[in-house]
Every structure is written in C-alpha cells, then in structure tokens.
C-alpha cells in the first residue's frame, strides 16, 4: 500500500499518558496515517460526536474545534488504564452506538493480563497490543482499516442486507403472481399456424400428384424398343 492511499486513512488515539500519546502518534505518522491524539475517553467520544455531558468537564476545551464532525475516523486506538473512562469503557459505548460501531477498535496495555485481553476482544476489539507499541504492531491495522474502505465503497442498499433480502423477496413474489408473458402464447399460435398451413400444402401437393397420376398414360408392361 502505498503512502498516498496509507494517507487517507485517519486514526484517532487515546492514551492518558503524554508520553505513550506522542508516541503511538509518531508511530503512526511513520506509517504515513492521519493522527488525532486525545488524553481520555471522554475527549474521544466528544471529538466523535458523542458527548455527553456528565463526562465531559465543561470548563475543557472541545477537541479540534470545528472540526471533529467534518473528519471521518477510519480506526480508534486507545490505552485500556485511563481515569475516569477505561479503554473497554470507550469500546463499549462505540460498540453501542449505531453510527459508530463499525468503526474498528483496537486495545494498548502495558499489562498483559488474559481475561482483560479476552473481554476487549469478545466485546469487539480487533487487536490488543500491548506496550511499550511497535510500528510492526501497526501493521496489523492495514487489514482492519481496509475493512473500513470496502465498506464505504458499497452500495447503500448492500448496507442494509435485511432491506436488500425483502426487495428480493418482493420481486420473487411479483415474479410469481405475474400472468405469463403474451410472447410465448404468440409464439404457440405462430406454430399452429405454421403447422396448419404446412399440412394444406401437404394436401393440395396430395391433390396435384393424384391428379397427375390420373392423365398420365399407362403403361401395361409393354417394352418400346428403339
């Protein structure tokens, strides 16, 4: 994949550390990706389009002014230990929100702890890395960012496969309730004709040769010889 196609993907991380943050953002900007970096989950989910307002100090600056709802997010990467709002807090209310649920998640912990890593993934995380994060971790993400683009590519009636499942339904019905097409009962009535014409030609054929047959002279074995 090349650096102008790796360019267009846009990869929101999360980390509380200032350290951590700088860098997984420099990681990702190696790897030639868009980086918007928030300190917690709550500053995430604003800069989503998600706030709330019980989460969100008020007296806090929005993220990206003016811009968080004009930037599409390809991928979310976020530390699993954060004050106030966990990373498996952040994935589940993404998981939870009908715009944003397709939006791939991927887990960062310094610990490496099973049945954490077993919870993020079963409620729906793609990867869970674990820190300090290597660039050969991301690239582990190309596949999941790729998932993103296929499907902004389809059609918007392949998004819905309940939808698109009745309006096949529906022509299968009109299929069957609609009367058979004049076309073939046309062509059946050009074969009866043609059959029938066929036949009279066949008989006044009949008609000529016995008439012939009739004013033919007869010969009663009689052998002229030259």
Known sequence: MGMAAESQFHVLAVDDSLIDRKLIERL????????TTVDSGSKALE????????QIDPNTPPVSPGNHQEVEVNLIITDYCMPGMTGYDLLKKIKESSSLR???????SSENVPSRINRCLEEG???FFLKPVRLADLNRLRPHLMKTKLKDQKPETQENPELEKQELDQIDEHLTLEPPSSQPQLDQQQS???????????????GLSS?????RP???GIATVV
């Open 211 to 215: 008439e012939t047959d009739r004013t």
């Open 102 to 108: 397709n939006i791939p998640v991927v887990i960062m």
């Open 125 to 127: 995380a793609e990867e």
């Open 28 to 35: 990702l900007k190696t790897s030639s990706y868009q980086v």
């Open 218 to 220: 007869r010969y009663s």
């Open 192 to 206: 009866q004709q043609a059959v029938a014409s066929n036949n009279k030609r066949k008989a006044i054929e009949q």
């Open 47 to 54: 800069f989503l389009g998600l706030r709330q307002n019980d």
